[in-house]
């Protein structure tokens, strides 16, 4: 599954990438820096409350020839326990005028996790997920300020998929007592990591 989300982004973004390459001109080159803040968060059983998210974010569009472009992005924050984030997406113009526009899109991305359950010891435990992938919609209104400057405000929702190992037997030991052999068996676990609201501003390189 972890690898089919990614063959797919990239496959999306290759595409749209493609298409906007497709015209005279060449598609226009955005950085841009953002700030989340983060009502209640979730990772594996990581939950934690009033936390906030902070990144840099590169995207690829010219609303000129086509209303769709991709982005990436890497984030920092969210928890301790999280080392950073690191995805892809594609978004829309759902309404593009000369005052502001309204994107609405998708990011699929995958958390790096330093602090997860590792009970591999132990007749039903549980080892967690270190690299869950998320799936975040959201609505963006993007304000040009300028011809290469704009600011962005985000609202959206972040979807958790982790996958989860449950210790069913040790069927062999080291003879310090760690578990040579066992059986086990995986699943999926999805649920809501929470809402996201983020503020940035964003330059045009190109």
């Not at 001109?25 to 934690?48: C, D, R, T």
């Not at 609405?104 to 591999?120: K, L």
Request: charged letters at 20%; glycine letters at 8%.
């Amino acid at each position: 599954m972890k690898q089919f989300c990614i063959v797919i982004l990239f496959i999306l973004s290759v595409s749209t990438t493609s298409a906007l390459a497709q015209g005279n001109k060449v598609p226009n080159l955005w950085a841009g820096i953002q700030a989340n803040v983060i009502p209640a968060f979730q990772v594996n059983s990581i939950e934690h409350t009033g936390t906030q998210s902070q990144g840099i974010i590169i995207s690829i569009s010219d609303f000129e020839q086509s209303r769709f472009g991709v982005n990436f992005q890497l984030f920092r924050g969210f928890h301790s326990a999280v080392d950073f984030l690191y995805g892809a997406g594609i978004f829309y113009a759902v309404i593009n005028n000369d005052i502001f526009r309204l994107k609405s899109g998708i990011n699929i991305s995958r958390f790096a996790v330093n602090d997860y359950r590792r009970e591999s010891d132990v007749v039903g435990g549980k080892i967690e997920d270190q690299f869950p992938d998320t799936f975040k919609p959201y609505l963006e209104i993007e304000w040009p300020l300028a011809k290469s400057i704009s600011l962005t405000l985000q609202g959206g929702y972040r979807l958790v998929r982790s996958d989860i190992t449950t210790i069913e037997e040790i069927l062999e030991r080291y003879p310090d007592g760690s578990p040579y052999r066992v059986h086990a068996t995986d699943n999926q676990k999805w649920y809501g990591s929470g809402f996201e609201f983020g503020f940035g501003i964003q330059f045009k390189i190109y």
